[in-house]
């Protein structure tokens, strides 16, 4: 049985993020890119979709913020006084995504020359998977889609397949852990 990984959305883009020379991430995960691109890499058909969304959160830039935390600190009800800053990202060019675009297509179409992904499809068996899923979203905090990642890789799993999903997503991790598929967090924030 030959090892596969799953990776959900966010680790597909930090995974090109890595392997993009004008990036600062490039040269960071050397190991771990090298690693990825020795073994099969799959994504779920709902990656395809989110991809867009992704790349155009980045795209758009930001302004940057500073905002007051609001988070309980103490049974008695003490609110934290810190602040969060965010620093702004620059807004990208047309020719730049234009570009990402392109290398997002190449890659799913299979013409890329920097990686190649098999997509996993859904079917109504999927969807029924999610909707079991789903339910560990009362109590950890992970979206729909992410429920159709879970479910992608436990029926996977159930079909005798070696996959090991990479996330960072701490809510989908929790999902993944009781329903007993193997994570990897390489992209861990250090």
Known sequence: MD?????????FY????AMNPDTNEQGAFDDLVTTLNNAK???SSITEVENISVLEKYARGSNGSVLKCNCQ???EGHI???????????????KRIKAWLQLIDDIFEG???LLTVEIEPFNLTTVAEAKNRITHALIHNFASMDAMIAATAKLARDNRRDVTVVTSD???KACLSKINVPYNDIFAAD
């Open 3 to 11: 090892k596969e990984f799953l990776l959900d959305t966010n680790a």
């Open 14 to 17: 930090n995974l090109l993020k």
């Open 41 to 43: 890499l799959i994504v």
């Open 73 to 75: 600190i103490s049974p």
């Open 80 to 94: 934290c006084q810190n602040n969060r800053y965010t620093a702004p990202r620059k807004k990208w060019n047309k």
């Open 111 to 113: 013409k890329s020359q």
């Open 170 to 172: 701490k809510g989908l």
